[in-house]
């Protein structure tokens, strides 16, 4: 971003005032950090927030702003040009300028309202002390898996010079955009994080960390409280580096019986939003979870901006369990963008109507699968672009 620093506090009305203290420098431990990211400008008190930002807020808008989960990846042939120079997922993830091409890959193609930053939700853990890797076909494996209260006292608050990569990379994004789209930073829930903290890795039953909800309730406890205070700072480092929204992803909430997710999800994640919000209230925060239609009351309890939905729930009853509060995200079926034109349009229309007219993000109800067309991805944007809400209203 440029522009000049802005007016005194009290030369400042209050949503002047809040944009103000959502986008302040970053202040890492690493010289070379610190000389970019504090190259990051507030802006100034004239300047109108993205779309996306404002929709997700609640502000009145005339079309729903649109961006795509696993926007960048492996569907765009960019990406896997790149990939095939640069195959180590890690290095792609935890090099700025690589962080900053991959994320603007789709936002040169097709101008989304939302760029998303492209990195792993098991990013910061490195930061707390705990190492990982990501194998091309195991995926994600971490080297000592969490069995112990020691263990826990191990972990250390986040060490931000381990992601200083991430600022930076905000950073530049934020001025690459230029306030044409939002800037959205993310995190993984503590439950998220979790699993891989316990099981070791990826897991499909999540044996371990389930029995540990009864054997070791002390224990797990004591990991996920560490990880919502950890992933607070993260949000909010990444907020001071340049993020105007931040998504989080409680992937394996779904996984979670309603009434476990309330003890065991839940409660960490208010624990993230309340903090956040207490020093950022005006940056949108969104919650996300896969397989949560039993969930949405309970997701919309949390105190997010935005509930996100997946496809597998019909928008109006989405829209009508979370309240009109709230925004709602989502949430075409991704399988729908191997279709026809007519048959994306089609869907595309059913969910905005079902939106309810403001206080929707379009979006995917999960992220764009390998194999998809850029064509129809691009074809989805477009119809994003030119659907206003009067004209879904006269459907």
Known sequence: MTGKAMMSHSGLGRSALLRQRAFKPVAVSTPRATSVV????????????????????????????????RQAGRYQKSYRDLAKKHPSFRERSETTELIVEISLQPWNSFKPDGVIL???????????????????????????????LEQVKQLHDMDFSKVDFVGRA????????????????????????????????????????????YSAPELLDALLTKLA??????IKYQIRAGAQCVQIFDSWGGQLPPREWERWSGPYLKRIVDSVKAEYPAVPLTL?????????????????????????????????RVGGNQSVQGNVDPAILFASEAAIEAAVRDCLRKGGGQRHILNLGHGVLVGTPEESVGHMF??????????????
């Open 382 to 395: 477009d119809l994003s672009k030119r659907l206003t809400y009067a004209d879904v209203a006269q459907q």
């Open 288 to 320: 996300y979870a896969n397989g949560s239609g039993g969930l949405l009351e309970r997701i919309a309890s949390v105190g997010t901006d935005v509930v996100g939905v997946d496809w597998s729930v019909d928008m109006a009853d989405a829209r009508r």
């Open 38 to 69: 504090a190259n990051a400008q507030p802006a100034t008190s004239g300047v109108i927030d993205p779309l996306m930002v404002r929709a997700a807020r609640g502000e009145k808008v005339e079309r729903a702003p649109c961006w795509m989960m």
């Open 229 to 234: 205070d950890a992933m607070a700072s993260y």
């Open 118 to 148: 492209f990195s792993d939700i098991l990013t910061p853990l490195p930061g707390l002390g705990v190492n990982f890797d990501i194998d091309d076909n195991k995926g994600p494996i971490i080297e000592t898996p969490i069995r112990s």
């Open 170 to 213: 905000l950073t530049q994004l934020r001025s690459e955009v230029n306030n044409q789209a939002a800037v959205l930073g993310f995190i993984g829930s503590p439950w998220t994080l979790a699993t891989y903290l316990i099981e070791g890795g990826s897991s499909s039953l999540y044996k371990t960390i389930k029995s540990m909800c």
